[in-house]
């Protein structure tokens, strides 16, 4: 059984140009789950999202993040307009059960 | 706003000594506290999750107990590849998001 895979692992973006990062969950996980790992920081969560559905989308901001989970294929991270301060690795968890989550090995994006 | 603290920040052990590592959370109804596992650039890797005080679940060296207040990650005679760092995770309330303490970074000297 495949873990959850995550591409591309690393990303390097200028400044004002657009992320999109991916995200395919565990066979017969329907819950992902986004978060953001900053080094010396913690696991903030971005968001949660079902088949087609944003559940939830409180830690994301407002401004240029968008996330989606298509019936069909991965669910993607967008961001528009890079910044530096969005350098930092992207986490995508899936869940079977909304219990304990599986991880990918991360995306890190560079933004120059 | 509920809080996840882990503790120590860091711990330094040498092969076959014996800690715990701490987690402390002040939530409303918790409904699972998870622990995980993350090596350097690699995501974190799911131990145990445990549900209500009293509870305790064991994985080779490890074995993680669960208060009313706190969890504790008990590493016996550790080797050098459990060095990582030690994420706690829990989930309260109403809320299927977990809240991750910052962690404890072990190292396991041979």
């Known amino acids: 059984n495949a873990g959850v895979m995550q591409n591309p692992r690393h990303l390097v973006r200028r400044r004002g140009q657009e992320a999109r990062l991916r995200c395919s969950p565990m066979?017969?996980?329907?819950?992902v789950y986004w978060y953001r790992q900053l080094p010396e920081e913690g696991l903030k969560f971005m968001v949660y999202l079902q088949k087609e559905n944003i559940i939830d989308e409180s830690g994301m901001p407002k401004e240029r993040f968008s996330a989606e989970f298509p019936k069909e294929g991965p669910s993607i991270l967008r961001i528009q307009q890079v910044v530096r301060g969005d350098s930092a690795a992207y986490f995508c968890?899936?869940?079977?059960?909304?219990?304990?989550?599986?991880f990918g090995p991360g995306t890190r994006l560079t933004v120059t | 706003e509920d809080q996840v603290t882990q503790s120590p920040e860091a711990l330094r052990l040498q092969e076959g000594e014996s800690s715990s590592l701490n987690c402390s959370y002040t939530?409303?109804?918790?409904?699972?506290l998870f622990w995980y596992r993350q090596d350097p650039g690699k995501g974190p890797e799911f131990l145990f999750t445990l549900y209500s005080a009293g509870e305790e679940k064991e994985k080779e060296r490890l074995k993680a107990t669960l208060t009313k207040k706190e969890s504790f990650l008990h590493i016996t005679a550790p080797k050098p590849e459990d060095s990582a760092t030690y994420l706690c995770?829990?989930?309260?309330?109403?809320?299927?998001?977990?809240?991750f303490g910052r962690g404890t970074s072990l190292i396991v000297h041979p």
């Open positions: 995770a829990v989930q309260a309330g109403g809320s299927y998001i977990p809240t």
């Open positions: 968890a899936s869940s079977q059960d909304r219990a304990e989550q599986y």
């Open positions: 939530v409303s109804g918790l409904r699972g």
């Open positions: 066979k017969g996980h329907s819950h």
